[in-house]
């Protein structure tokens, strides 16, 4: 029994359909999904239909966008199995707020470059809570500029430091407060992808803090060894839940990483429930 625990659809920055994502979630012989966009649990119900229909499990969740203000890096958590989602609603609506007002802002800059239009980037934002920068991506290169290699326009447009379109303004929380929203939906809080963002010492103030449960162990940035060496030691310590995910985003993502590359092993998927259940008073 296993799952891929975190991936995107169109509803934030993937390319493909909540139906599509559930269809080959199964083919990939998963036996549970999580839908985790960003910011947004807007595909929770209709993916657990189609899961039924499809026959794999869906867990619900989302990925929400924060920042580790003491170090001013960002941070992502994940949040599974939340009793009362609206609690979450207020933080999203002002991430997305401050994430479309930047990204309009990022458009205006793109447009002083490259002959494209709003309209056109429009027609790749379709579906989506906000406006991402891989949605910008995408229609320069459907323009034909850049290549099958993405990554040296992207750095080139918005590198934190030297992107030539790179702009400020996005309203990001602290991950203290995001974590304990988290909490306070009934949610379980995992912390993603701490090596990629470098947040092992945040994650031991989380943990001190009692604000995670979890940690994201297994993910496209961390090798294999990195796991072994500094996740899985780290999760045994401090009692935590090992995740997996490939942070699917399909052809938005800059390098290959399929459904199922990463995944959550059984004994984990195991632990959540047990979690879920006895956070809700279960057995």
Do not use: W
């Amino acid at each position: 029994m296993i799952g891929d625990l975190h991936c995107h659809t169109r509803l934030s920055d993937g390319s493909m359909s909540l139906d599509d994502l559930i269809f080959y979630a199964k083919r990939a012989g998963l036996d549970f999904v999580a839908v985790t966009d960003h910011d947004t649990m807007d595909g929770v119900t209709r993916a657990s239909v189609l899961g039924k229909r499809y026959g794999i499990s869906v867990i619900p969740g989302v990925e929400i966008s924060c920042i580790d203000t003491e170090r001013g890096r960002h941070v992502h958590l994940l949040c599974y199995f939340p009793e009362k989602p609206d609690r979450l609603q207020g933080l999203f609506s002002h991430i997305l707020e401050g994430r479309t007002k930047t990204g309009k802002r990022i458009i205006r800059a793109v447009t002083r470059y490259y002959p494209i239009t709003e309209e056109h980037i429009a027609r790749f934002c379709a579906g989506s809570k906000s406006i991402y920068k891989h949605h910008i991506l995408c229609a320069l290169m459907d323009l034909g500029y850049g290549t099958s290699d993405t990554k040296q326009l992207f750095n080139e447009l918005f590198d934190p430091q030297t992107g030539i379109c790179r702009r400020e303004g996005d309203y990001y929380p602290d991950a203290f407060e995001a974590a304990q929203a988290i909490h306070s939906a009934g949610g379980i809080a995992v912390l993603a992808h701490p090596l990629a963002y470098d947040s092992m010492e945040l994650a031991r103030e989380l943990v001190q803090k009692q604000l995670i449960h979890g940690i994201e162990a297994y993910h496209p940035s961390v090798s294999d060894k990195q796991s072994a060496a500094v996740l899985e030691p780290f999760a045994r310590e401090y009692g935590l839940i090992k995740t997996g995910g490939s942070d699917f985003h399909g052809s938005m993502r800059r390098s290959p990483c399929p459904i199922a590359s990463r995944i959550t092993a059984e004994d984990d998927i195991n632990a959540l429930f047990r979690l879920k259940n006895k956070r809700r008073g279960g057995v």
